[in-house]
């Protein structure tokens, strides 16, 4: 086992390279390394489109990108992505590397890095072809503090590394000048703080995303029943479920799908009553600015994915699921099944309404507290 001396990491390179979802439960870990070593220049790599999140929000010190559509092109453009990124890393000569990704990529490029320390997954998430290894010197379990949700497996290196776990779970606060912003956008609709439920029907597969004809119906309900108004967020490629939903519903709604930066939509979700959407990025986002959350799963367990930190409940179909999706879907693979289809209704609306009477917040009073202990409550339906 290698020797750590915590005194010499003065620059600490983590590699998470995936989704928002995965940067966000990755932040608790930045955050835990950064009181444990005060002045450390903590980088993170990842896509451009993540990098001003993460270093706005103080997540990272800064953040080295690459281009995924490279990283995924022709064996050409993956060598010179790899080499030019490589180049960019070895210049900051990183005290520690920490692998999150535990990909093939992240491997070939921490080893290259070659910093001192090196912490990796053993055993690794796929298992390693014979031609490959693990440069990690220092292992972490795949899944630390005897947990099962993936935001374990991003503070694992913590306990790997020996470091005291101080802070539990994402929190991640709007900066001042975009919760201005949002107040003066929800203004412009005739929209009150707490006064409004946010809506995301989008995800990374057609699968994850539960029908739009059920969004809307949810919605129609969920604003007769409780008086709250309702806000559609999400990205720019995400218009077409969202047409559907504007089509569909006779409550009026306002759109704000692919209006909004990731740290403008975090502070517009701080200001929401409830978040109701699929299991994804703005999900997590919007555990992580202290609001409430309906998750809606289907393959992924939510036990190990589901939102942390504040009052939430997330529904999932009863498993073994009887396939809804066809051709479409990939039973074994939790990002490309379409389990989720086989939500009905009236059980996301009744969730609404469970979750809204646990946390009732007195008119223009500020929302739930953020609960570093919270648990997620999974309802698994027939």
């Excluded at 281009?67 to 890393?89: A, D, I, Y």
């Excluded at 517009?268 to 799963?297: C, D, Y």
Aim: hydrophobic fraction near 40%.
């Amino acid at each position: 086992m290698l020797q750590i001396s915590p005194a010499t990491f003065q620059s600490i390179l983590i590699l998470q390279t995936k989704f928002i979802g995965d940067i966000v439960l990755a932040s608790a870990l930045s955050k835990n390394l950064q009181l444990q070593y005060p002045g450390a220049r903590i980088v993170f790599l990842c896509e451009a489109r993540f990098a001003d999140f993460l270093t706005a929000h103080g997540i990272a010190s800064e953040a080295v990108t690459f281009r995924r559509s490279h990283m995924r092109g022709t064996p050409l453009q993956r060598g010179r992505e790899l080499v030019q990124t490589v180049r960019k890393l070895r210049r900051y000569r990183f005290d520690m590397t920490i692998d999150l990704a535990d990909s093939k990529t992240s491997r070939i490029v921490s080893g290259l890095v070659n910093a001192r320390t090196r912490v990796g997954y053993h055993p690794t998430e796929k298992p390693l072809r014979w031609l490959e290894r693990q440069p990690a010197n220092v292992r972490a379990k795949p899944f630390g503090y005897g947990e099962r949700h993936y935001l374990y497996r991003y503070l694992s290196p913590l306990e790997a590394l020996g470091v005291d776990l101080r802070v539990r779970v994402p929190a991640i606060r709007p900066l001042p000048f975009e919760t201005t912003r949002a107040v003066t956008l929800l203004d412009k609709f005739h929209l009150r703080q707490n006064g409004f439920v946010a809506v995301h029907a989008g995800a990374s597969f057609p699968g994850r995303r539960w029908q739009p004809e059920r969004f809307a119906a949810a919605i129609d309900r969920i604003a007769t029943e409780t008086g709250l108004n309702v806000v559609l967020v999400g990205g720019p490629d995400e218009n077409e479920a969202t047409d559907k939903i504007m089509a569909t519903a006779k409550t009026p709604v306002v759109n704000l799908v692919g209006a909004l930066s990731l740290e403008a939509l975090l502070a517009l979700l701080k200001e929401a009553r409830l978040f109701v959407g699929n299991e994804s990025g703005p999900m997590h986002m919007a555990a992580a600015a202290g609001t409430p959350v309906v998750g809606l799963f289907g393959l992924t367990n939510p036990v190990q994915w589901g939102p942390v930190g504040v009052p939430s409940i997330s529904l999932r179909p009863s498993m073994p699921c009887n396939c809804v999706g066809g051709d479409l879907c990939r039973r074994t693979d939790p990002s490309k099944a379409c389990c989720v289809w086989r939500l009905e209704v009236e059980p996301v609306v009744a969730a609404v309404r469970e979750l809204l009477s646990r946390t009732e917040v007195t008119p223009g009073a500020p929302g739930p507290a953020h609960d570093p202990f919270q648990k997620s409550e999974s309802i698994l339906l027939p």
